[in-house]
């Protein structure tokens, strides 16, 4: 166990640290003189010596990459020369916004997938099951941004319902319903593509632990069939699916970036596509770099989490 | 109820699964009776329908693509044809069943003490405190350890043999009056084996039960059964009380099972017995006795009439054979 | 073992046969045929009569399916049917290209390391390890953003490269699982070269599930090519590509909806289709899904 822990976080800190080279070197990826290109439009003499102090990029290039990370561990992004904001307050401000969206859906994908898997593992190959067999399988094809176009265009347009218009988004301080209702739309998209998946996952999962002998075991005690499917036969799957939702974390931001653009809510999706566009390339590397981390994070944590908490790996 | 004497009576139980190459008659017309207190050995090869016997008289038999015909009555109750909420009433606190593998029969991700108590608090209505007083009482009577700590643990810390006496506290939570035990020590090391099955006989006296052993093992229940049921492609083929199947059995099946027995009194590298050819098919029954084609003494009339049980000199005892053995006075020694 | 499983080892035991094959079925012909028509399109798009999928024709500017603009126009009278099918040129480009750098790459590594074992094994699996570790998507976004000028190449070798970590994993595991089988013992034993071995014994054993992984893998492109375009990292406009296409629909959603509905409907069509042949030969084959 403790083995275990401790290669995981070797692997871990290796990984954030190949990362935050990564990031530091996307910078040099620009041709030609990079502060041009950052700058932009702000490029002006003493705005370019504030960026060569910033970057430190009179020095070499591995002394270029301690001063920047130096100042990432103290919280400084840097400065976007194009909006003179601090990039760690643009991040500080979009986070809780993917959180947030991210957190709704996923409440949404399971609170529709376990039912709906529960009753299809009930009578596979049912009526019911045919149906949500095809219809999972149709919307495994359907990419999130086609879908909530497809979302926007007949439920806000045909239908006149929900906030799409721009800059719509409530934030939740100031309203609670209006912000869950800014936010519905962008939940039940990426909620949607969740819900496929955990549906098919845990639906050939309960099929097969349904055939265990421990649930005849269960049945012979005279127990209902409710408490069998609660009790015994979801639990062995609650890990793995679980399991499945961190694996699934990236793309559920990438996804979420997305609909977050479309509905000009002002996540980390909708700041980021926003600078690529206007070349505001200190954010871009900012917003990249604490999505990355984030991910690599949540990742080890649910990884983590099944490992431990699946009593059927043995503790050493 | 009372007036029953018998507190299992089996009569022409029928089996048959749906198939997609047709109906496989799993069990072809069970009869036998069973009373308290009594413990029934049921042997016979792997795919000698054992084992959906045991579970269609328990009524846990899967539940689609199956026909059961016949009838068992558990103390005045029809297993067959009641449906799975009547059954419910019987099962745990009437009659509870062990399986063969305790690897795969206790749920990995519940806590061993929480399926122990499980039957008392959802069935029994007990409260937390009483129903884990109890089950530490049980795991204490099943012989395991310090109890009361192993109540938290999950099957996976645990060894096969104190798994299988895990699964055995569990069936008896319920104080069934009746026990099926499923080749109970087919998945456990030898050494292991024979304390299970004194387990088994000391809870049931102590629990004043009677169990239905399912074994392929002829040696397991010589000391252990009062009755034997011997069963081959889904039917009885020899029925009698232990002593006489052993001694004075009639069917050649029997005796190929008992030769297949390794004997301590056999030479040091003598070859071990096994019987000819392979069990039958049952989608594709021969229309005579099931065993001639495997038969030393069939005849013509075995390939084309299936032998019915007849009765033997001691009452009980009978055996499906045109060419039974002559009694031997011990046969086995 | 349940009873079910036991009534189904009688059956097996009684036929000693092995479990006959799923049929693929006719659906899975039509999907067939579906791709096929769109590679065939994409392939001969020049010499097909269409329009000219730039002519910007500001007499029909967002017209709606006529017999002269079978999908419509948009809304700068281009003919989107026209657009569909060049645009088609991308996705397919892009997913062809990325997995052939990935598999190119991935899959020798992969079944070499599988079948030797030892250092070699040990040294590629820890490095892919941490590669697969990366959030790919976002690293992909990232490259391909400070990566300028943007090009379709660009692309192709940026989510090719993320891709052989994935392709690595799954190769391996795919070899590993036949490696230590009877029939290569026996193939060494009988003197069989390292090369003989892996071509002939190992690689018709490791295909099935690397098809299916293929088709996965260009299904995730063509969805990346999507979602890349709406970040604006895709092939530079005015070039059409089903991403680019649905992109540029959302600003006039309102009053031409048909330039949402045909791209979409198109990009969906190809990757159900991709999904459905996909799933029936992991079913044909007996690949199961946790392999891949």
Known sequence: ??????????????????????????????PGDPTAVILGTGDTPANKAKLFAQLGLNKPIWEQYFVWIRNVLRGNLGTSFISQTSVWSVVKAALPIDVEIIVLSQILAFLVAIPLAIRSARRPDGPLDRILGAGSFTLLSIPSFVLIVLLVLFVSIKLGVGHTGPSSYVSLSADWIGNLESLSLPAITLGIGSFVVYYRVLRSDLIATLQEEFITLARSKGISARRIMWRH??????????????????????????????LSIPGLGYELIESVGLSDYLVVQGIVLVVCVGVILINFGFDLLTNIVDPRIRRE | MTDHPKLLVVKDLR????????????????????????????????????????????????????????????????????????????????????????????????????????????????????????????????????????????????????????????????????????????????????????????????????????????????????????????????????????????????????????????????????????????????????????????????RVQRPRLEPAEESGHAFACWNPLPVAEGALT | MSSSLIVHEMVEEAHDRPARKKKLGVLFWICVGWLVLNFIGAIFANVLPLEDPLFQNYAVVNAGPSLHHLFGTDDLGRDIF???????????????????????????LGMLSAYRRGKFDSVVTAVMYVLLAFPAIIATIAVLSFWTPRSLLKIIIVVGVASIPLVYRVIRGATLNYSTRDFVVAAKVQGATDRRILMKELLPNVAPVGVSFLLIGIATVVTLEGALAFLGLSVNPPTPSWGNMINESISILQTNPWLAVFPSLAMCLFLLCLNFIGDRLRSHFEVSEGKI
């Not at chain 2, 392929?216 to 011997?230: E, F």
């Not at chain 3, 062809?96 to 020798?108: E, Q, R, T, V, Y």
């Open chain 1, 1 to 30: 166990m403790v083995r275990y822990l401790v290669r995981r976080l070797i692997l871990l800190i290796g990984v954030v640290f190949i990362v935050s080279i990564g990031s530091f070197y996307l910078l040099h990826l620009l």
């Open chain 1, 233 to 262: 036969a979801l639990r062995p799957s609650a890990v793995a699916l679980c399991g499945t939702a961190g694996v699934n974390i990236g793309g559920l931001l990438a996804s979420g970036f997305i609909v977050q653009y479309l």
């Open chain 2, 15 to 302: 089996t048959t699964f749906a198939t997609p190459s047709g109906p496989l008659p799993a069990v072809g017309g069970v009869s036998f009776e069973l009373g308290t207190n009594e413990t029934l050995g049921i042997v016979g090869e792997s795919g000698s329908g054992k084992t959906v016997l045991s579970r269609t008289i328990m009524g846990l038999q899967p539940r689609r693509n199956v026909e059961v015909t016949g009838s068992v009555l558990l103390k005045g109750f029809e297993v067959v044809g009641a449906s799975e909420k009547e059954k419910r009433s019987i099962w745990g606190l009437e009659v509870a069943m062990i399986f063969q593998d305790p690897m795969t029969s206790l749920n990995p991700v519940m806590r061993i003490g929480k399926q122990i108590d499980e039957i008392l608090r959802v069935r029994q209505g007990m409260d937390r405190r009483a129903a884990k007083a109890r089950a530490v009482e049980l795991l204490e009577l099943v012989g395991i350890p310090s109890p009361a700590e192993r109540y938290g643990v999950f099957p996976r810390e645990l060894s096969g043999g104190m798994r299988q006496r895990v699964v055995i506290a569990t069936a008896l939570a319920g104080s069934p009056q009746l026990l099926m035990a499923d080749e109970p020590t087919t998945g456990l090391d030898v050494t292991i084996q024979a304390q299970i099955l004194n387990l088994l006989d000391s809870v049931k006296e102590q629990m004043k039960m009677s169990v239905v052993l399912v074994t392929h093992d002829l040696g397991v229940v010589a000391t252990r059964t009062s009755r034997i049921i011997v069963m081959y492609a889904g039917r009885i083929v020899e029925i009698g009380s232990t002593r006489e199947v052993f001694r004075r059995h009639r069917m050649p099946y029997t005796r190929a099972l008992l030769d297949a027995i390794p004997k301590v009194s056999n030479p040091s590298h003598s070859r071990l017995v096994a019987i000819p050819g392979r069990p039958p098919n049952l989608l594709d029954l021969p229309t005579g006795c099931a065993f001639a084609p495997r038969c030393a003494y069939a005849t013509d009339i075995c």
């Open chain 3, 82 to 108: 026209a657009r569909i099918v060049f645009g088609s040129r991308v996705s397919i480009e892009a997913s062809l290209g990325s997995m052939l750098i990935g598999f190119g790459i991935g899959a020798p």
